[in-house]
């Protein structure tokens, strides 16, 4: 193989890796809902906000076993961070994280309080997309 076409060869590798990085959603692999914690375990208020201002104030809904760190009461999925949109679940509007499958769903949740990828809640401008929904508190 000639230097010409060793360099070519080392140029497409290097662009290819560029082109890989910018394509994933984030460094982590995650949506923002993801890196801000929507859906995420919680207890109280604190559990949910890292401090930064520049994020949106998330609360901890207690009508979800485990808690569920989230925003309440979205009137559009525009309201919701990427990668989370607004349902109404039994009257109460939340932004739920969209999934293809129940692994998305527990990037922040352990194995005991997992959510399932539903299809049983639809957003409000009534995509098709399946959402994270945790098991109701009892």
Do not use: H, W
């Amino acid at each position: 193989m000639s230097r010409v076409q060793m360099l070519g060869v080392l140029v497409m590798g290097a662009a290819l890796a560029v082109l890989l990085v910018g394509c994933s959603d984030d460094d982590n692999g995650g949506s923002e809902a993801d890196l801000l914690y929507i859906g995420g375990v919680c207890a109280m208020d604190t559990d949910c906000n890292d401090g930064d201002t520049d994020t949106p104030e998330l609360e901890c809904v207690t009508d979800f076993k485990g808690g569920y760190c989230g925003i309440k009461d979205c009137v559009v999925s525009e309201d919701c961070p990427q990668g989370s949109l607004c349902a109404d679940l039994d009257g109460t509007m939340y932004c739920f994280l969209v999934c293809i499958d129940k692994a998305e769903c527990n990037t922040n949740r352990p194995a005991d309080l997992e959510s399932n990828c539903s299809s049983n809640v639809d957003p409000v401008e009534g995509g098709d997309e399946k959402l994270c929904i945790p098991p109701a508190a009892s």
